[in-house]
């Protein structure tokens, strides 16, 4: 069955429907990974989002469940090139058609990704639509997707009530704005029990815990909506607790404590991005998925400093605060997927909790 991507500039691409036949009015990103498929698919910051995957050929080792970063996709469309209609990998347990049918997520297939992807790095990212419905009149359509928002997507991926992962070590508060399941897990392999506490929950339950530490952790859309959840961190950053923060938890941690955030271009998706640690000159090829990035010219040099930047355009990679046991990371540490250069900074934040710097 046909299928058309619709853009709010009024460019349309027609393809082949993948997946559900729903019809879904979202942001439209694309992501540089060349594999990694399923995490991207299950990675909960990408609610409210349609992700365009550059590299050409998807599908092709099926379906893991074991590599799953969350119970269920939350992207709201996939786009791509060619999809692999047989998959080879002994550890394929299903395909990506049949993944994507099952949770009623919408996509579309044989469309020039070069092309939508170019489109999106020379005007932006922008709103679109995709639809099996040919009889559409872009008339009608476009003012839907300019008028169209993510909304409160972090309440919506966020775990609805508190859980606990067990461990003998250092006892660790997480804050679910939409962790993959590789955070938690990278804190509990090395020992920490991880208790995971959903968007909504006061600083005063979590300290009232007393947790060793604190993990802010990544997730979806605009950090500037979490008006709620900001007032919540900048009592945790109060408290004096050693923290760690993921991504949409650095942004948030920064505008908790007086900084701004603004809007990227096309953003930062993919698993090859060089990040350069300051202190050392070092530089680590990271995981990344955010749309928004943290004003250096807004932060206040008593509170926090730049500790890393982007190597390909400058941008803020991540803080140090003065005075504090807080550090933060634009990047995923985590990977998953992606390379593994950055693990190391779950240890720094463990010996942290431990009184080491």
């Known amino acids: 069955m046909k299928a058309y991507l619709i853009l709010e500039d009024g460019h349309v691409f027609t393809g082949t429907s993948i997946g559900s036949r729903r019809e ?11 594999t990694g498929y399923l995490e991207v698919l ?6 409210g989002q349609s992700v365009c995957m550059t590299y050409p050929l998807i599908g092709n080792y099926g379906i893991c469940y074991e590599d799953e970063e969350s119970l269920r996709p939350w992207m709201d469309g996939f786009i791509v090139r060619e999809l692999s209609r047989v998959p080879s990998n002994f550890r394929t347990q299903d395909t990506i058609q049949r993944f994507l049918k099952r949770f009623d997520v919408p996509g579309i297939a044989g469309i020039d990704t070069r092309a939508l992807t170019r489109i999106l790095r020379e005007s932006g990212t922008m709103n679109g639509m995709i639809t099996t419905d040919g009889s559409f009149r872009l008339d009608e359509v476009i003012p839907k997707l ?8 972090v309440n919506r991926v966020t775990c609805t009530e508190k859980e606990v992962l067990k461990g003998s070590g250092y006892k660790v508060a997480l804050m679910d704005f939409g962790a993959k399941y590789n955070i938690p897990r990278s804190l509990n392999e090395r020992g920490c029990e991880v208790t995971i506490y959903p968007s909504w929950t006061t600083a005063e339950e979590i300290l009232a815990a007393d947790p060793d530490g604190i993990m802010l952790a990544n997730g979806p859309g605009d950090p500037k909506e979490n008006r709620n959840i900001i007032r919540e961190i900048r009592k945790l950053y109060d408290s004096d607790k050693p923290m760690f923060a993921i991504c949409l938890g650095h942004q948030l941690l920064a505008l908790a404590t007086g ?6 271009k096309y953003g930062h998706r993919g698993g090859n991005h060089p990040v350069k640690d300051l202190s050392t000159g070092r530089v680590y090829i990271t ?16 509170v926090a400093v730049p500790a890393f930047v982007n190597v390909n355009d400058g941008t803020n990679e991540g803080l140090r605060y003065r005075n504090k046991n807080i550090f933060t990371v634009q990047y995923h540490p985590e990977a998953s997927p992606g390379p593994h250069d950055s693990a190391y900074l779950f240890d720094r934040f463990i010996g942290m909790m431990g009184g080491k710097n």
């Open 259 to 264: 900084a701004d955030t603004k809007k990227m």
């Open 24 to 34: 879904v009015i979202s942001e439209i990103v694309f992501n540089t990974s060349m």
């Open 42 to 47: 299950t990675d909960p910051s990408y609610a």
């Open 146 to 153: 300019k008028a169209y928002r993510t909304g409160d997507v």
């Open 287 to 302: 995981s990344q998925n955010h749309g928004y990035m943290v004003d250096t010219d807004t932060l206040d040099p008593s």
